[in-house]
């Protein structure tokens, strides 16, 4: 006699959600890479995901509320992951390779920097450059360089955590190194964190 198969575990009414809003963040990401912030519209981000428009306004309000959460939840991975990645590392040279490493991974795709591209003039025309949208980009860069500034012995008042994580996000992020496949953007942001940490960063800069 043949046993019975277990029974697959049903999904609770948030546990329901928490995937449907999840496959709703990942379209709108997919779409809005493809077909850019004008391009994008619900029917589009829910067709995608395999959903109805209801099932859309269930969780978000329109898109410029999907995409305003789908740049929060980037913007703060990267903080999140660069501190776990980092966080048990105390030699120089494996915290410069790791984020080389890093870096040549998040930027490999290119999407992201489209879609960040894409909130930002479009933040701008509706709000102009003080639009408080705008914060989320700031608070990555000020939370990437105090986490650099921690780890790394960057000479004191050299660079600001603003400028630091700005720095290392716009490389990463800038996507033009990807096509033009003459260096990587991780290969360019060592050079430049050894420039700064100084002579105790003694190995070749990168050709």
């Given at each position: ?94 915290i410069l390779a790791a984020?080389h490493l890093w870096s ?43 986490l650099l500034q921690a ?57």
């Open positions: 006699m043949t046993a019975a198969l277990p029974r697959k575990k049903r999904l609770t009414r948030t546990e329901s959600q928490a995937v449907t809003r999840q496959k709703l963040l990942d379209s709108a990401f997919e779409i809005v890479s493809k077909y850019g912030y004008e391009g994008a519209s619900v029917d589009r981000i829910s067709e995608e995901a395999g959903f109805s428009k209801g099932a859309f306004y269930s969780n978000f309000t329109s898109k410029e509320d999907i995409l305003q959460q789908l740049l929060q939840s980037n913007a703060s991975n990267d903080v999140v992951d660069l501190t776990e990645l980092l966080g048990p590392l105390e030699d120089v040279e494996q984020l040549d991974h998040r930027s490999s795709g290119q999407k992201w920097g489209t879609i960040a591209i894409e909130f930002v003039r479009r933040a701008i025309l509706d709000s102009g450059p003080s639009s408080p949208q705008l914060k989320i980009f700031v608070e990555q860069w000020i939370g990437v360089g105090k780890k790394l012995p960057i000479p004191e008042n050299q660079i600001s955590a603003l400028n630091l994580g700005g720095l290392v996000l716009e490389v990463t992020y800038g996507g033009i190194s990807g096509f033009l496949q003459v260096n990587t953007s991780g290969a360019m942001i060592e050079d430049m964190l050894r420039l700064m940490i100084g002579p105790s960063a003694h190995k070749p800069l990168s050709a």
